[in-house]
């Protein structure tokens, strides 16, 4: 079990998937859900819950904290307010993920725009805060929790890989610098990173360490020099030599600051865009 809730009481339950049978469950398999919307926790404010169609409290499913952007809300990425739901993971997921949207905060943020400034670990608390209670109320894996987010949600997530890398088996960092903080980060976590070279807000240069820190502590073998992406795409790196508890995966897109960044193609005008199954894909690579 991971670390964090090695201090949370567990109830055990009879599993009804087979897939089920190695995971490490929660406390609330077995219990009827109460969290939805607007849940309030004593330190950092409320988070939004999504279940899965169908959801079963005896299935112990993925948990995936998805991040708002500066200026954003909770509420705000769970109803698509700048982008899909919960960044358009959740169609990908196919109902094996329950999703949790934090609200910000405005302390230690840019003017007084909801964020993630992280003043004095302020928003890690928060999201310790919510796992104790996700995990008394909602049935899934303890060993299958991530991280994703866009601009200052990205830079959460990075902030949760160095300071609770026990706690979160990967993280999916979308378009971002180091501005939360990293307190830790020096020990290898599953790793997944986009970036747009065009950057205007969050410069590519500065996505750059942020890779190559988890490129080092995983073992992966780098990439010299990094490939440029084609005009109106992107490019993938797959790392090799990592451990294999610990991928590397770095995209680079030719556009600027978006969370929906979409290949041009030979038309001038892409189809959609890659992100949300290029996410999913990284993080429901573990089982």
């Known amino acids: 079990m991971r670390g964090f809730f090695s201090l949370v009481s567990q109830t055990l339950v009879t599993l009804t998937v087979v897939d089920s049978a190695l995971a490490m469950p929660s406390a609330g398999c077995g219990k009827a859900p109460t969290l939805k919307a607007n849940n309030t926790v004593t330190s950092g404010g409320y988070f939004i819950v999504k279940l899965p169609d169908g959801y079963d409290n005896k299935k112990p499913y993925r948990l995936v904290f998805t991040f708002h952007a500066l200026g954003g809300s909770g509420a705000q990425l769970a109803q698509g307010g700048i982008s899909s739901a919960y960044w358009g993971i959740p169609p990908v997921a196919n109902n094996t993920a329950i999703f949790i949207s934090p609200n910000g905060q405005t302390a230690g943020s840019v003017g007084s725009m909801m964020g993630w400034g992280n003043r004095n670990g302020e928003d890690i608390k928060f999201v310790d805060n919510i796992l104790a209670t996700a995990s008394a109320d909602l049935c899934f894996n303890t060993d299958q929790i991530f991280s ?140």
């Not at 976590?189 to 410069?203: E, R, S």
Request: glycine share 14%; proline share 10%; charged share 15%.
């Open 148 to 287: 994703t987010g866009f601009s200052y949600g990205g830079a959460i997530s990075y902030a949760l890989a160095c300071a609770r890398l026990k706690v979160f088996r990967a993280v999916a960092v979308m378009t971002s610098n180091p501005i939360s903080g990293c307190d830790g980060g020096t020990e290898p976590i599953a790793y997944y990173h986009q970036h747009g070279t065009k950057d205007q807000a969050l410069p590519f240069r500065g996505a750059l360490p942020m890779r190559d820190k988890y490129v080092k502590l995983n073992g992966c073998k780098p990439v010299s020099p990094d490939p440029t992406p084609p005009t109106g795409g992107h490019v993938k790196i797959v790392y090799e030599g990592c451990n294999p508890k610990y991928p590397v995966t770095w995209v680079a897109v030719d556009g600027d600051h978006t969370p929906s960044p979409r290949d041009s193609g030979s038309g001038g005008g892409g189809t959609g865009t890659f992100a949300p199954a290029e996410v999913w894909g990284f993080l429901s690579q573990f089982t």
